[in-house]
């Protein structure tokens, strides 16, 4: 069945569901961001691998860059890959602006790392907010108003 052969009164709902979705999981991140800043602590992790991902979209190109990192909290052995707390990926108009992220992260380098206590599977390494989360909720927000409107309209 095509998408397109939907009701209008079915895409409005679908339309409707994503953003509120997609806002509400935004909410969450930017929560479970705040948290974990709030409640950082610092520890030593040791860099596994770094690199930078080409992210192809319908709106272009984009980069992400990568880190990939073990530590030991309370005995226990971890990994990670989250570079902010959010653990949201960002990406970047450019290769080199998504380079400068993780330069100065050396494989087999052991530097300062991030760790909530509420949550120690999910360290991060850059004690900074990301805007990801936020655009979340604004782009699910604006989906959600245009599934209404487009309701109204019809």
Known sequence: MDIL???D???TVLILIAGIGLAVYG???????NS??????QINVTIESTGVDRVSQRRGVEYEPKASFNYTYNGESHTSDNLYPSG???EFNSEE???QVIEGYETGETVTGNINPESPGNAFLLDEKSNS???MIVIGVLMA??????KFQG
């Not at 909410?27 to 961001?33: I, N």
């Not at 974990?36 to 602590?41: D, I, T, V």
């Not at 108003?145 to 487009?150: E, F």
């Open 27 to 33: 909410g969450y991140s930017l929560m479970q961001q």
């Open 5 to 7: 052969d939907l009701s």
């Open 133 to 135: 989360p936020y655009f």
């Open 97 to 99: 602006d998504a380079s």
């Open 88 to 90: 949201i990926a960002q």
């Open 36 to 41: 974990a800043l709030q409640n950082a602590e």
């Open 9 to 11: 009164s079915t895409k």
């Open 145 to 150: 108003v245009i599934g209404i409107g487009s």
